[in-house]
């Protein structure tokens, strides 16, 4: 009964606009409901929903929103969610999902809540693999043949060949049929890619002006509602300034600590710190397309004159590890034996000169007339005195071996249509994060180069192809080990982004929250568990 | 060089609150030297960094340059180094038997048509290496009985099946086994490291076999290994350094190689779990002997017997440990916070002895006594040891870290962990550690102790969250790359465990 005046006090607007019921499913565990979690983000996200976004902002807020048909729960178990329990063929190409009939979709204005049935699953599988709907999701599910529905409330999904750890990939999030307003392909411009409703622990309640994400505890989820009444994703231009919110009560939790804040972070003993996406890594990605790039010297000439240790130490404080390769060095896919390319710019210049490049007058290296000047795109809601200062020195170190670099910072979305869309750059500096699987095929198989795709640099490689596909075929764990092994050494020596770092990361969140269990990709998966002692709720 | 110098150098990290009582007993009179000639202020530099290796060189070099009063010095130092080394090779051993016995484990039981048979022997050596003999047993008996094995390998796992049954006092069938053909440079020397081991053959013969095997111009990883074991059995530990110093620690003891008609060739890389307790046993060794020869001298004996307990106590060697220790409470002049030290460690040897309720008394009064974070760390570790409850240690310690800031809490908060490990109180021990870590330099060994390190890696490890642990020892490995077997270990594990969608996202 608390509860329930709780969010009537809080939230009694949106109650109303949403219509949500008076009865609601307490998760019975004796913790209290209530109060109010602020996050800070670094930056906004571009999309909501979780087939068309490709950054971690959106990842956290569609973790709160939705449910795939299985979980993985802290211990890597995969755990029943939309999908009640399920069986799969001996040969392991079929699997058999009996759905929970008790799952309702979270209700539109006006709208009572519609049930969650095996219809939603098979659309969306189908608008996911819809040609022109825009995701890096396609390559990740070719490996399934088709999705039918043989029952409200079961469904079986065939795959064209058994794989390695199949029922993990089930837990991609399903959306309501009735969500999107083109119901055979989704884009970012549909009204349900920023205004999307789901069956998951919290609900989309508004996004003010100033862009914070509102989302109100779900009364009807079926695990139980979530003990916190409302998130609110609140975005910041400046990575000090969420330290402040942090250490002044304006957040209560930061999902990044900027790394030169951790120190005064952990001596405040108000907050817990807690390490979060060790499997990221920072990069200067090459557009290949560019002949200039297209040339592998020329890649491992930039990667040579650049000093990584030394930006690394001078920028961020030592507070990371430079890398050799495509996969993080916490991952089980690094390839130990291959050692970054060292800071030699004299290699560099030899390596040029073997490309056909030559000093001009003005010290820019040239060849055939042209003057190896390229453009680096960075994108300014990413940008951060750290950030700053590495495209700085980037120019420099190259400056100093003949290569001219111009540098663009440019707004978040406009950086991403250049990068991702238009293809109209030569570098770009930007960070990826990884969950467990160590999945690289979208970056660097070939089938991936186009419009909106991660392949963006369009490197193509046909040995590297082949090492993905088979890398995907075989159900041999330790085979698929030396496949990435030399995925790993392959992509070092032909550099088709120069590898930089991995950063400390770490997020902060106030003591007053309690049972927070962090997932190490996904951020909230477990925060409908998380509470708030009744006399610290704001 | 004064003491007061060498006292404020040392003032940062948390480990020179041991080394200043030590230097405040040992130099006292000690000459002024510079950075440039001074080899212990160097290498006490090195050790404040954890780079225990270097260190080590650094004054292994010095010792016959110094005149005897500063040979005497650095010998103390030196001792303290592999002292701290040793520490940290059997806090690796503990982390790495949990990934390798797992990871062989998986690797026997994995479904594939091209499953490893090399594992087999590696987990069966693994086994022996933790003591567990019978279970050992079990799987060497199945290594000798595959024709698919090579023959030098089966009888190799003869040996180790001799060793079982030396264990389980079978002497008679163990010594058959051993006497088993099979005359490769290899068998021969796991043959006389079993026996060494066993102490079943005289020192002699064993050094002079050791010898020969040395002289060969290339020694794979599995023959070094057993050279460090057999001349630790004959007491020559100067020379299994140098084996070891020789070896490229990380590389791995045996890579299987699998056919393949066509596409990628498999690989897997197994490894010696027991070259990380013989290491343990070399360094410890080693420090017993630079502390022996540093208490010769006058001024350095009340510190040097101080840690030749330590070192004693962690070889086994518990009668002699307390007299030492005996002698430095019998010091009046030395420092109260090391007095403290000392009746705890008294305790954990009594312990050992099996006066336990005495042992947990002392420490229990201890503690309510005392809010030193450094004596509470040396109670709970004790405790830890000594796989005792010390209920009323832990509150007090737990109240002490909760009310403590900052670095000077690091250690006790490394022991309340290390405490929770053994206990298998993961979430517990990882919350202590974290808590004790400088996050600015998470990974580095300059500012974490690489021992606790290695026990957080390992709680990260036990939770499934391998990219943590990963990247621990990934920092680690630049430093120790011995490591290289826990990181193959926890990747392999990692890889069949994982379950991921496929998913990345621009951060």
């Not at chain 1, 993905?468 to 041999?476: H, N, R």
Request: hydrophobic share 40%.
């Amino acid at each position: 009964m608390k509860r329930i005046l709780t969010i009537a006090v809080l939230g009694l607007g949106a109650a109303i606009a949403l219509c949500i019921p008076a009865h609601a499913a307490p998760k019975g565990d004796g913790r209290p409901d209530g109060g109010v979690l602020n996050y800070s983000e670094y930056g906004r996200p571009a999309t909501l929903d979780p087939i068309t976004s490709n950054e971690t902002i959106s990842l956290r807020i569609t973790e709160l929103v939705f449910n795939g048909l299985v979980g993985i729960d802290e211990k890597q178990e995969i755990v029943p969610e939309l999908a009640e329990r399920w069986e799969a063929s001996k040969d392991g190409r079929v699997f058999t999902f009996f759905l929970r009939k008790d799952v309702k979709w979270h209700p539109r204005e006006g709208e009572t809540p519609r049930p969650f049935t095996a219809d939603d699953v098979v659309f969306t599988y189908n608008i996911m693999m819809h040609p022109k709907t825009i995701t890096p999701l396609k390559v990740r599910y070719e490996f399934i043949e088709k999705i039918e529905k043989t029952g409200d409330y079961t469904v079986v999904c065939t795959l064209k060949r058994p794989i390695l750890n199949a029922l993990a990939k089930f837990s991609f999030k399903i959306i309501p049929k009735h969500g999107p307003a083109n119901p055979q392909y989704l884009t970012r411009e549909d009204r349900f890619a920023h205004s999307p409703i789901g069956t998951g622990p919290y609900m989309l309640q508004t996004v003010t002006g100033d862009g914070e994400v509102v989302l109100v505890a779900n009364p009807d989820y079926f695990k139980g509602r979530a003990h916190i009444d409302k998130f609110i994703a609140r975005p910041f231009a400046d990575q000090n300034i969420m330290a402040q919110a942090l250490m002044f009560n304006a957040v209560d939790m930061i999902v990044l600590v900027n790394p030169r804040n951790l120190p005064e972070v952990q001596g405040d003993k108000r907050f817990v710190l807690q390490p979060y996406n060790a499997l990221s890594y920072s990069f200067f990605g090459y557009n290949v397309r560019n002949p200039l790039l297209a040339d592998r010297r020329v890649r491992q000439a930039i990667t040579a004159a650049v000093n990584r240790w030394e930006m690394l130490d001078s920028f961020f404080n030592g507070q990371g590890t430079v890398i050799s390769g495509p996969f993080a060095p916490g991952s089980w896919a690094y390839n130990l034996d291959v050692k970054p390319l060292l800071f030699a710019p004299d290699r560099a210049r030899t390596l040029l000169a073997e490309a056909g490049f030559k000093p001009g007058a003005d010290g820019t290296m040239e060849k055939d007339g042209k003057k190896l000047v390229l453009s680096l795109k960075v994108p300014i809601e990413k940008e951060s005195e750290a950030v700053k200062r590495v495209v700085l020195a980037f120019q420099n170190y190259l400056k100093n071996v003949g290569i001219a670099i111009t540098v663009e910072f440019k707004e978040w979305q406009a950086w991403k249509e250049d990068v991702f869309l238009e293809h109209n750059f030569d570098i770009m500096f930007a960070s990826w994060v990884f969950d467990d699987s160590a999945d690289i095929s979208s970056l660097f198989h070939s089938a991936e180069i186009g419009d909106w795709k991660n392949n963006f640099g369009g490197y193509s490689n046909p040995e590297v192809d082949g090492l993905i596909v088979e890398s995907k075929l075989t159900l041999d764990h330790e085979k698929r080990r030396t496949i990435n092994r030399k995925l790993h050494a392959i992509l070092a020596e032909e550099q088709p982004y120069a590898f930089l770092w991995t950063l400390t990361n770490y997020s902060a969140y106030h003591k007053k929250v309690r049972r927070v269990q962090i997932h190490p990709y996904k951020f909230f998966s477990f925060a409908d568990e998380w509470f708030i002692p009744a006399g610290e709720q704001k | 060089m004064t003491c007061r110098s060498v006292c404020n150098r040392l003032s940062g990290p948390l480990f020179a609150q041991w080394f200043v009582a030590a230097l405040a007993v040992a130099l006292v009179t000690s000459a002024p030297a510079s950075g440039a000639d001074d080899p212990v202020g160097a290498a006490t530099k090195l050790y404040e960094k954890r780079r225990y290796e270097q260190a080590a060189r650094m004054l292994e070099g010095e010792l016959a340059r110094l005149d005897a009063g500063r040979r005497a010095q650095a010998q103390l130092v030196l001792g303290m180094i592999y002292l701290r080394n040793a520490d940290l090779h059997q806090a690796l051993a503990r982390t790495a038997a949990a990934a390798e016995l797992d990871y062989l484990d998986k690797l026997l039981k994995t479904g594939t048509e091209d499953r490893s048979r090399y594992a087999r022997l590696y987990l069966a050596e693994a086994l022996l290496a933790r003591g567990s003999a019978a279970e050992a047993r079990r799987h060497f008996e199945q290594v000798r009985a595959d024709p698919g094995i090579e023959s030098r390998y089966r009888a190799i796992a003869s040996v180790g099946l001799g060793s079982v049954l030396w264990a389980q006092r079978d002497a008679e069938r163990a010594r058959s086994m051993w006497a088993a053909p099979g005359a490769t440079a290899e068998i021969t020397l796991a043959r006389a490291a079993a026996q060494g081991r066993a102490q079943a053959v005289d020192v002699k013969s064993l050094q002079r076999v050791a010898d020969d095997a040395s002289r060969a111009p290339e020694l794979s990883p599995r023959t070094r290994r057993y050279l460090i074991e057999i001349y630790l059995a004959t007491g020559t530990p100067d020379k299994a350094l140098a084996v070891a110093r020789a070896a490229d620690l990380g590389m791995a003891s045996y890579v299987e190689r699998f056919k393949v008609a066509k596409g990628t060739a498999k690989s897997i890389n197994l490894y010696d779990l027991a070259l990380l307790t013989d290491l343990t046993r070399l360094y410890r060794e080693l420090a017993r002997r630079q502390l022996e020869q540093a208490a010769a001298d006058a001024r350095m004996k009340p510190s040097a017997e101080y840690y030749l307990a330590e070192a004693l106590s962690g070889l086994g060697a518990s009668d002699e440990a307390l007299t030492y220790v005996q002698a430095f409470l019998a010091r009046p002049q030395a420092p109260a916070q090391y007095r403290e030290r000392a009746l705890a460690r008294q305790a954990l040897i009594a312990h050992r002895q099996g006066r336990r309720a005495e042992a947990e008394s002392t420490w229990a009064a201890m503690a309510e006594q005392g809010s030193d974070p450094e004596v509470l760390a040396d109670i709970v570790l004790g405790c830890s040891d000594a796989e005792a409850q010390c209920g009323k240690v832990l509150a007090r310690a737990g109240q002490v870290t909760e009310a403590g800031d900052g670095r000077r809490y690091q250690r006790l908060n490394f022991a309340l962990g290390s405490y929770y490990l053994r206990k298998k109180d993961y979430p517990r021990a990882i919350s202590y550690m974290e808590a004790g870590r400088d996050k600015s330099n998470k990974n580095k060994i300059e500012a974490n102790d690489p021992e606790m390190l290695a026990g957080l890696a390992e709680a990260y490890y036990r939770t499934k969250k391998f990219s943590e642990g990963l990247e621990i020892f990934f920092e680690m490995s630049k430093e120790f790359p011995v490591v290289r077997q826990i990181q193959e270990a926890m990747q392999g594990v990692y890889s069949m465990e994982q379950r991921s969608a496929g998913d990345v996202k621009i951060l």
